[in-house]
């Protein structure tokens, strides 16, 4: 077991990756080019915090063993290893982010990459001046047919509705995720959605730059819309019921906004009236309010 963060340098930004089983997934290559796309960087104020939950087919052979090689390099970027058993993916993010020693936490999957050797110089340089809540990014995404879509278009006047931009593409303030109490764990699919949409509707302020911070290959839970449509709409029901009464909306009409893509007028009305002082949440608010409003007219549209 690593040393615990209170006996560390503090280090600009913490990279945590969590894994389990990856080999019976076929997925040995993927987590050494994400530990190499750490190591690659020109910023190297960073720790690379590894979080394994107890992996039983020799997952934790072989992150040692990769880790040994690493280590080798007196100029390596410090990789600190666990392995302790967790209840899922958000759980063992929450793990690891307790024992993160740096000021930003930035979240990388087994089978991602930190997408070019400059994207923490470039986020570094961004940080300096202003210390932001957040900080956020594009997303290069990645087809299981190896196509890639560069998501360069970033706004959070989308957040009522949807994820605005890549998970791995945001760094957070380690002391705003504790405050914030670390992902819900009744998601298995959505928390990080639902820590981002708590943030904003809290008031917090973000910062963007239009550089990429991710590549994502597309797949896995996240990719069943059912899954994921019956979640949001349990994340809309908690976060939204401080605006306006939610008690009227059942489940199955709280998917058919996912599936739409819009909320009903009178919640984006509620919640634009309650958040005037929060010119984030109003702006989103509002947007929510137009895009309803003007599919209301388009007769020919299909859902």
């Avoid at 080999?23 to 690659?40: D, F, H, M, P």
């Avoid at 290069?140 to 890549?166: C, N, W, Y």
């Avoid at 209301?296 to 859902?303: G, I, L, M, N």
């Amino acid at each position: 077991m690593s040393k615990s963060p209170e006996n560390l340098r503090q280090p600009l930004i913490s990279v945590v990756t969590v894994t389990r089983n990856l080999i019976e997934e076929g997925r040995e290559e993927t987590i050494l080019s994400a530990l190499n796309s750490v190591q690659s960087q020109s910023f190297r104020d960073v720790e690379h915090v590894i979080w394994d939950g107890k992996s039983t087919d020799g997952t934790q052979e072989l992150l040692k063993q990769a880790i040994k090689g690493i280590s080798t390099s007196a100029d390596c970027i410090p990789v600190r290893y666990f392995c302790e058993p967790d209840q899922s993916l958000y759980d063992a993010m929450n793990k690891a982010v307790e024992l993160c020693a740096g000021e930003y936490i930035l979240f990388l999957n087994s089978d991602d990459l930190i997408p070019g050797d400059d994207c923490l110089l470039n986020i570094s340089n961004a940080i300096k001046g202003t210390r932001p809540d957040f900080i956020y990014g594009e997303t290069i995404f990645v087809d299981e047919d190896g196509s890639q879509r560069h998501a360069r278009r970033l706004t959070i006047k989308s957040i009522l509705q949807r994820m605005p931009f890549g998970h791995n593409a945001m760094l957070i303030r380690k002391s705003l995720f504790q405050q914030l109490g670390g992902h819900d764990l009744r998601f298995r699919i959505v928390a990080d959605y639902d820590m981002l949409l708590r943030m904003i509707l809290a008031g917090h302020q973000g910062h963007k730059v239009q550089t990429p911070l991710s590549l994502f290959r597309k797949g896995g839970v996240s990719a069943d819309a059912d899954a994921v449509g019956a979640e949001m709409a349990e994340c809309w029901r908690k976060n939204f019921g401080e605006f306006c009464d939610m008690s009227g909306y059942d489940e199955s009409q709280r998917i058919e906004w996912f599936r739409k893509g819009q909320l009903p007028v009178r919640v984006s009305s509620a919640i634009l009236l309650k958040s005037l002082a929060q010119p984030m949440t109003a702006h989103a608010a509002l947007f929510s309010l137009a895009k309803t409003l003007r599919r209301s007219v388009q007769f020919w549209r299909r859902y």
